[in-house]
């Protein structure tokens, strides 16, 4: 079994509410059911907790960035999956997957992020709905 | 099960190892019986294993250095070893009113409560989680030794203290978040017996402790990267019977981190911060 089945089994656990991991917060603020992708270039990386902010400008369309906020997972189980405070340098191409924000705000949950070299991470996060 | 515990600890080590701990087992007696006789409150016994009583015992012990961190499959072990009600493993046993408390706050219903509005925890509070849950976070977990005792700290910096000395519980200590955690090592595994847990500790998401929750785990490395614990978790109010579970945790070599729940807390109570930071 490969990784993203064993942790989609995880999912699976969660979702059943038979062993329920402890993040830090509900994700209610997020609508689970859906992905969406935003691409732009790197605003600030806020290597924070309880929770990491990956902050990215997105072209409006009109000439301007709409700055998008996505909610990681705490510094700990981001650098387990690779993540670190100098992964990123503000300026540089990327495109993130993310549950969005029930409320429509340009934000969401953090899900695979890709990068300027074709590579990409994961954010625990993600686990919550699955691969 | 711990009153066997007593008697199958097998002591390890040279005759002169064995010779201070005896005395000091003795010395230990001793002021025993004066506390008795002088009417204090005499050190109850339960658990006289002999390995780390010492700090030349201390190397009697196995070695978990390092920072050991949740294991996601873990959670799949439970499933497995639970055995909860009406045949389903996945659910927690839990007493016919506490199922219907679990249901109705959602903890049944995606995690995420009947209005998709989310679980209560205490982490969303940036409280402590506490015991059981607390072995249960998906953080790292270090264990220090020294005589007598055993300290559990994860990255969150939850402190569990788990004495090893051969004491008792304390009847009259104040219930806190971790606990009053006694223990015992036999050989490799680690014994320990925690009660007086706060009733507002996370027994699981979505349900707190109860006044007379009471947890035995058996922790040991079940390969040189994999420390496990066997919990069981009782409570005559919450659970029908036994609740047990497997946790596992992976050597991680990036070692411990720092949690601070309250550094940057942009999503509390339903409200998300997008402030941009200052560039």
């Known amino acids: 079994m490969n990784l993203s089945n064993r942790l989609f089994l995880v999912v699976l656990c969660a979702l059943a509410g038979s062993q329920p991991g402890f993040a830090h917060h509900s994700f209610s603020n997020f609508d689970m059911s859906k992905t969406a992708t935003v691409s732009g270039t790197v605003r600030a990386l806020e290597w924070t907790n309880p929770h990491v902010w990956l902050w990215i400008d997105v072209p409006d369309g009109k000439g301007g960035v ?40 340009h934000g969401g949950s953090l899900g695979k992020t890709t990068f300027a070299d074709g590579s990409s991470l994961g954010s625990t996060l993600v686990l919550k709905k699955g691969p | 099960m ?18 201070i701990i005896r005395n000091n087992l003795s010395v230990a007696a001793i002021a025993a019986a004066v506390l008795a006789l002088c009417g204090g409150a005499a050190p109850v016994s339960h658990y006289p294993g ?13 070695d978990w250095t390092g920072a050991w961190a949740l294991d996601p499959p873990s959670f799949q072990r439970v499933i497995a070893t639970s055995g909860g009600p009406d045949g389903n493993p996945n659910i927690p046993p839990l007493t016919p009113r506490y199922a219907a408390m679990r249901k109705a706050n959602g903890a049944a219903n995606g995690g995420q409560g009947p209005a998709g509005t989310g679980v209560e925890t205490n982490s969303l509070h940036c409280l402590p989680t506490g015991m059981p849950g607390m072995m249960s976070s998906p953080f790292s977990f270090e264990f220090l030794y020294t005589p007598g005792r055993v300290t559990i700290i994860n990255d969150g910096r939850e402190v569990r203290r788990v004495y090893t ?20 090592w036999e050989d490799g595994t680690l014994v320990i017996d925690t009660q007086n847990i706060l009733p507002d500790a996370d027994l ?54 720092e949690y601070v729940c309250e550094q940057n807390n942009r999503d509390s109570n339903g409200v998300v911060n997008l402030t941009p930071p200052p560039e």
């Open chain 1, 66 to 105: 709409i700055p998008y906020g996505l909610e990681g997972a705490a510094t700990g189980e981001m650098a387990r999956q690779g993540w670190s405070r100098t992964k990123v340098t503000k300026g540089e191409k990327i495109t993130a997957e993310m549950h969005p924000l029930r409320s429509g705000q």
């Open chain 2, 2 to 19: 711990f009153t066997d515990a007593a008697t199958t600890a097998r002591p390890r080590g040279g005759k002169i190892k064995e010779e």
């Open chain 2, 50 to 62: 002999n390995q780390g009583l010492t700090w030349a015992s201390l190397a009697q012990l196995p």
């Open chain 2, 165 to 184: 000395d051969g004491r008792g519980h304390n009847p009259d200590a104040d219930p806190t978040f971790e606990g009053d955690s006694i223990g015992h």
């Open chain 2, 204 to 257: 699981f998401v979505g349900m707190h402790t109860g006044a007379n929750t009471h947890v035995v785990e058996r922790i040991s490395k079940i390969d040189p990267h994999t420390l496990e614990d066997q919990l069981v978790v009782t409570d005559p109010v919450i659970f029908a019977k036994p609740w047990r579970y497997y946790r596992t945790y992976q050597l991680n070599k990036l070692g411990m981190s």
